[in-house]
Nanobody, 121 residues
Framework: QVQLRESGGGLAQPGGSLRLSCAAS????????MAWYRQAPGNQRESVCH???????NCVDSVKGRFTISRDNSKNTVDLQMNSLKPEDTAVYYC???????????????WGQGTQVTVSS
């Protein structure tokens, strides 16, 4: 079994910062892409930032210049540094990882449980 555990959500004021962290544990042979998604009430889940194993990054335009995704392959972690937060960043943020476990099966995607980020004065 594989688990993704997120931490770091909470309340921030507009213009403030938060850092999200996600750690993968369990039966892991290799982690391919990792990403952060978010879902605001009444909206579909959207991709925020994605990072490949080699460190190639892609983020949605609305967070470019404000959010930074990073990962540590030795620790199986992915972080999201969020600066200059706006009220429209309010959402539940989910960690995602494409993971290959030992055995005959191919890689599959896993999700964290989600962490609430609220940006409000």
């Amino acid at each position: 079994q594989v688990q993704l555990r997120e931490s770091g959500g909470g309340l921030a004021q507009p213009g403030g910062s938060l850092r999200l962290s996600c750690a993968a544990s369990g039966s892991i042979f290799r982690i391919n892409g990792m990403a952060w998604y978010r879902q605001a009430p009444g909206n579909q889940r959207e991709s925020v930032c994605h990072i490949t194993r080699d460190g190639n990054i892609n983020c949605v335009d609305s967070v470019k210049g404000r959010f930074t995704i990073s990962r540590d392959n030795s620790k199986n972690t992915v972080d999201l540094q969020m600066n200059s937060l706006k009220p429209e960043d309010t959402a539940v943020y989910y960690c995602y990882a494409n993971i290959l476990s030992p055995g005959p099966n191919g890689p599959r995607g896993y999700w964290g449980q989600g962490t609430q980020v609220t940006v409000s004065s």
